[in-house]
């Protein structure tokens, strides 16, 4: 049995996470923080330092442009208040298109990435350019079927991610969806590996929206 930690749900959003049993053996959960509905931290402390780790649904298109310069506005803050020496990991739901074309973000989009891009998938490029953090699941050739995070109607498409901090990205060993694996209606389980030092073993972390 797992631990779950969630905020509350709006016509906005829902963010969670659901720790194992044997990782919170593993791991300390030491803080958790609640910013918005669609905006959330937790904080662990592991034998490699602290671990920040946000979840973030980036408001729909729909929302009006005050709604999302409001949320950005708000990650920048969570980002900017972690301290130097401890990590950083976020879980995105973008709710836009990164586009499978790399021109001017080639060190943080990876190549590997379906579409085309769109105005919500160029502020999430221009934020992980600004805090150095590489969009793991664009880094691994796949069929497109372990691309989709999404499908509806027909319409499949790729809207989460999982950003790491650059200096640790020689820790991630693999990024994939599991196609028939839905968290939520319509959105389909994104895994990324994280391979942490001796003695832990490989840890999944995955993203829910």
């Known amino acids: ?74 990650l920048n803050g969570v980002m900017q208040a972690v301290l130097a020496e401890e990590q950083v990991l976020v879980l995105e739901d973008l709710n836009g298109h990164l586009g499978a074309a790399r021109a001017g973000y080639e060190h943080v989009h990876g190549g590997h990435a379906i579409g085309n891009r769109n105005q919500e998938g160029e502020d ?42 650059r200096t640790q990205f020689s820790l991630v060993t693999n990024a994939k969806v599991i196609p028939g694996e839905a968290v939520a209606p319509q959105h389909r389980l994104l895994i990324m590996n994280l391979k942490l030092h001796p003695p832990w073993t490989p840890t999944r972390m995955m993203v829910t929206s």
């Open 124 to 165: 999430v490029l221009a934020f992980a350019l600004a805090y150095n953090m590489a969009l793991t699941n664009t880094y691994f050739k796949k069929k497109d079927e372990h691309l989709e995070t999404y499908s509806s109607s027909g319409i499949k498409t790729q809207i989460n991610f999982c950003l790491v901090q």
């Open 1 to 74: 049995m797992g631990t779950s930690y969630s905020t509350m749900e709006d016509h906005c959003a829902k963010t969670e996470w659901v720790l194992s049993s044997a990782m919170k053996n593993k791991d300390k959960v030491v803080d958790v923080q609640q910013f918005s509905d669609c905006l959330m931290l937790m904080k662990l402390d592991m034998k490699e330092g602290l671990v920040n780790i946000i979840s973030a649904y980036v408001p729909q298109a729909g929302c009006s442009s005050e709604d999302k310069a409001d949320f950005w506005q708000l």
